[in-house]
């Protein structure tokens, strides 16, 4: 129900659904991006969804709460979706059951001069492009691969269909952050405590064991 529809969150919410022995399930979808919806509908039949109503946003939201003449009232709302989606689940929540309220996408990427620029610069897009409040950081101990990351963010920006979005991603809450040291560096990841933790260093689990704050970690 946000701006770019996710597949695995579809399976990911069908799959415990159904291993909690759900009655029905009821997914909703947004009405633009025609090609990313039918997939979406696609993969919710295949897990074996009950039903699919073509509806998103906030709206979405209060029709499964309160129930309409064509959608009726659920018992549980879950899934991620932009800031009117999470003020909307917010404002339900009581009267019906909800997973979280969620804030913007964030990702902090942790690399040394061992990692590959081009893929440190898809990794920090990939969550840019969620959303024009999303959060990308990169810290690093090289200042070569800063630059080389951000030549590669430029030449991304040239080909991707979401560009404006990630763009103004960047510039409201995009930063190439430099440390003298590792410590250093670890010090600003574990202040910052982003949702998303990536470790792209030469020794990347002796380095997680040294991280307090972070919603997940990925390692390579």
Excluded: C
Aim: aromatic letters at 4%; zero cysteines; hydrophobic letters at 40%.
């Amino acid at each position: 129900m946000g701006l770019w529809d996710l597949i695995t969150e579809d399976e990911k919410s069908v799959e415990e659904v159904k291993e909690a022995e759900v009655v029905e399930e009821q997914p909703t979808e947004p009405q633009e991006q025609a090609v990313e919806q039918a997939t979406a509908a696609q993969t919710q039949q295949e897990a074996g969804v009950d039903a699919i109503y073509k509806v998103g946003g906030a709206q979405a939201i209060g029709a499964l709460a309160y129930g309409t003449e064509s959608i009726p009232k659920v018992d549980k709302i879950v899934g991620p979706g932009n800031i009117y989606v999470a003020l909307a689940k917010k404002a339900v929540y009581g009267y019906v059951s909800i997973d979280a309220i969620a804030g913007p996408s964030e990702i902090l990427v942790l690399a040394d001069d061992t990692a590959n620029p081009h893929f440190v610069a898809a990794d920090l897009l990939s969550q840019a492009e969620h959303d024009e409040l999303a959060s990308a950081i990169l810290v690093t101990t090289s200042k070569t691969l800063g630059e080389k990351v951000q030549e590669e963010i430029e030449g991304y920006l040239k080909k991707l269909s979401r560009a404006e979005i990630i763009e103004k991603s960047l510039e409201n809450f995009g930063y190439i952050l430099e440390a003298e040291t590792l410590d250093e560096a670890l010090e600003v990841v574990n202040a910052i405590a982003s949702e998303h933790l990536e470790i792209v260093t030469a020794h990347p689990f002796e380095v997680m064991t040294k991280v307090r704050n972070d919603g997940g970690i990925g390692l390579g």
